[in-house]
């Protein structure tokens, strides 16, 4: 990742209300740049815009009830490119849930809540760290 390249981030989710908060509380750190999709298929048509991070509902079928759930859109984008780091949401406090994201392979799971765009900044703040000390130490190796 490049030191003057912006942080894409895709926040994916059928509650246009919370997809609206979400957008307008991660617009105000002007490092990253945000798209917003209402569905799993619209996050996937436009996947090609290459997002470092995505921010995706586990249900999804708010909207359309034959429309991709959010472990089929972590497969597709898993499948696209397994580097995106994805964090599932879910209005539900279940650890079943919680579970199964990460067993698919979500970075991380975080429930719709008063503290939730607290707990994504700081996923969000967590995996940029990692990248950034993983590109140290690829250019130390390179150094060895």
Same mark, same amino acid.
């Given at each position: 990742m490049k030191e003057d390249r912006k942080i894409k981030i895709f926040l994916?989710?059928?509650?246009? #209300?919370?997809? &609206?908060?979400m957008e307008i509380e991660f617009?105000?750190?002007?490092?990253?740049?945000?798209?917003t999709y209402a569905t799993g298929e619209l996050c996937m048509d436009n996947i090609s815009h290459h997002p470092d991070i995505i921010i995706l509902d586990y249900y999804l079928d708010g909207m359309n009830k034959n429309a991709m759930n959010g472990?089929?859109?972590l497969h597709k984008i898993k499948d696209f490119n397994q580097d995106i780091q994805?964090?599932?949401? *879910?209005?539900?406090?279940? #650890?079943?849930?919680?579970?199964? *994201?990460?067993?698919?392979?979500? %970075?991380?799971? #975080? #429930?719709? *809540?008063?503290?939730?765009?607290?707990?994504?900044? &700081?996923? %969000?703040?967590?995996i940029l760290n990692f990248k950034n000390m993983e590109k140290g130490l690829n250019w130390y190796a390179g150094r060895v």
């Open positions: 994916v989710d059928d509650d246009a #209300v919370f997809l &609206k908060l617009q105000q750190h002007p490092e990253f740049v945000i798209e472990i089929e859109t994805v964090v599932m949401l *879910s209005s539900q406090d279940d #650890v079943n849930i919680a579970i199964n *994201s990460v067993h698919h392979n979500a %970075i991380d799971y #975080v #429930v719709k *809540s008063d503290t939730a765009f607290f707990r994504i900044e &700081k996923i %969000i703040t967590t």
